[in-house]
């Protein structure tokens, strides 16, 4: 008989849903149950509605990373109440030509392949063995995971995880659930044994702190953004932007921008790149790369070299996102990661709450089946975890390694070394029940490198195109207009003509 017979799973995106599959595999808990507050499976691959519109409702508190704060509970539940109106950042950065940024061999779970269709748009960019998926195709990809064994069953739909708390008689968790319905609010509790928090940490932007940024959004409603709300690039056209960040979006924002924008497109890069790509990006004739602001005064920004950029329309920020958790609101986050995550996954301070999906630089989604499937056995009663001084060693040894904060979690480049190390963890299924993890592939590592090799070609050839187009502006500028040569589609038309 399992230590644990009730769990919960809080989120069904690509971490909840095959969290899922791995404790149903198992074939000993009494009652699974899945918590979901968006209205299907998908996380943040879910597109939004074209009518909602994203918030930034505090930029000091999104600055400081307390801007997703627990909500008033009812003193006595169950109970009705009016309708939430508190915005609670469950929208996603879906736009519309939105794919994976790492290759689908290496992103898929292992036993279930993500399906070859292609779209137009990759394939244009990278060709008709383009490795990366369309976030449509991803979100069925992860629906289909959830509704292929029945699974959907299993989850409560729009239904927000409030808060999780200890229950002191018996050692296990009390959720405070609440369900939207209609105009109203349903609120209720909960048992369980033991919670899997699966909810992702891509949902509250962080806004840094740039003296000036909030009389320049009190003053121009709706000019800074953060790229989880970018959408169409048509909306920038002709417009003087500056964007801020270099990493993931950043660069992504900053291509689909270079030549549509009033030129040049300003980007604040600090002179720091993700690992993956570095700069190439950023090398479009269209882009002029900057310091960081050092201060904001009407709509001039200032830069830290004494630069400064007038009438100023939109400023966009890639960077990045606070982990929160506001159901959990004993957890103390520090430098933007959990501290005292033995292996990413099992919490120091309490065993029956565990993580999956508490990783960055990983092989998204493949990292989180061998995690969900560690956390499954362990819940079985099948895998032991070493004592706490072990545990706290490895921590140790982790932050002397990777550095107190983000990269703390982030697993590139020791991809394999982390997968073996869980999977060994996990050891194989017990008497044939439970899922079964393959040996690390180094044809994964092999395809992940090749596509982001793929990536950076396509920013080459639409800085070369970019470039070409410059001189063929320039000469017809000093050509008589009878005489102006056909010139071939732009980089910069490459990529629009592909949301027309």
């Not at 040894?397 to 070394?417: H, M, N, S």
Request: net charge negative; hydrophobic share 35%.
């Amino acid at each position: 008989m399992p230590p644990y017979r009730s769990v919960a799973v809080i989120g069904c995106g690509p971490a909840g849903a095959i969290t899922i599959d791995a404790l149903v595999q198992e074939g000993v808990f009494e009652r699974i149950k899945v918590l979901e507050r968006r209205e299907k499976p998908g996380g943040c691959w879910i597109p939004d509605q074209e009518s909602q519109v994203q918030q930034l409702p505090d930029l000091e508190k999104l600055s400081s990373r307390t801007a997703d704060e627990p909500i008033e509970i009812p003193a006595s539940l169950p109970a009705w109440t009016p309708r939430c109106k508190r915005y609670r950042f469950s929208d996603t950065s879906i736009y519309p030509m939105l794919e994976t940024n790492i290759a689908a061999d290496a992103m898929e779970f292992s036993q279930e392949p993500f399906p070859k269709k292609r779209s137009a748009w990759s394939t244009q960019r990278h060709g008709v063995d383009t490795p990366f998926r369309h976030h449509d195709s991803v979100q069925q990809y992860i629906e289909d995971l959830v509704n292929r064994e029945g699974y959907q069953e299993l989850v409560e739909f729009s239904t927000t995880v409030e808060r999780a708390e200890k229950v002191k008689h018996d050692g296990g968790w009390r959720l405070v659930l609440r369900k939207e319905v209609g105009d109203h609010d349903y609120w209720w509790t909960e048992d369980f044994d033991a919670v899997i928090d699966a909810s992702g940490h891509y949902s509250v932007p962080f806004i840094p702190h740039i003296q000036g940024l909030v009389e320049y959004a009190e003053a121009n409603p709706g000019c800074v953004e953060h790229s989880k709300s970018f959408r169409d690039p048509e909306k920038y056209r002709g417009k003087r932007v500056v964007v801020v960040g270099a990493s993931i979006s950043g660069p992504d924002i900053a291509v689909m921008l270079a030549g549509v924008t009033q030129s040049p497109l300003h980007c604040v890069v600090r002179g720091k790149y993700h690992p993956y790509f570095g700069d190439y990006a950023f090398r479009n004739p269209h882009i002029k790369r900057h310091p960081p602001i050092s201060y904001i005064e009407g709509r001039t920004v200032h830069f830290e070299n004494g630069d400064d950029i007038a009438d100023v329309d939109y400023i966009i920020l890639g960077t990045g996102y606070s982990w929160t958790e506001h159901f959990l609101p004993d957890i103390t986050i520090k430098n933007n990661r959990i501290p005292g995550l033995y292996q990413h996954v099992f919490p120091m301070w309490d065993e029956s709450l565990l993580f999956v999906g508490a990783v960055a630089a990983g092989f998204t989604f493949k990292v989180f089946e061998w995690q969900a499937v560690l956390a499954a056995r362990y819940l079985a009663g099948r895998v032991d975890i070493p004592p706490i001084e072990e545990q706290k060693a490895w921590e140790a040894a982790r932050i002397d390694k990777k550095g107190d904060g983000v990269a703390f979690t982030a697993l590139y480049p020791d991809f394999q070394e982390y997968f073996e190390e869980v999977r060994q963890m996990a050891g194989e299924p017990w008497n044939g029940k439970g899922r079964k993890l393959p040996p690390f592939d180094p044809k994964w590592r092999e395809t992940f490198d090749a596509a982001h090799l793929k990536r950076i070609a396509m920013w080459k050839r639409l800085n070369r195109q970019a470039e070409e187009e410059l001189k063929n502006k320039t000469r017809s500028d000093e050509t008589p207009s009878n005489a102006i040569p056909k010139c071939g589609i732009s980089g910069v038309q490459e990529v629009q003509n592909s949301y027309s």
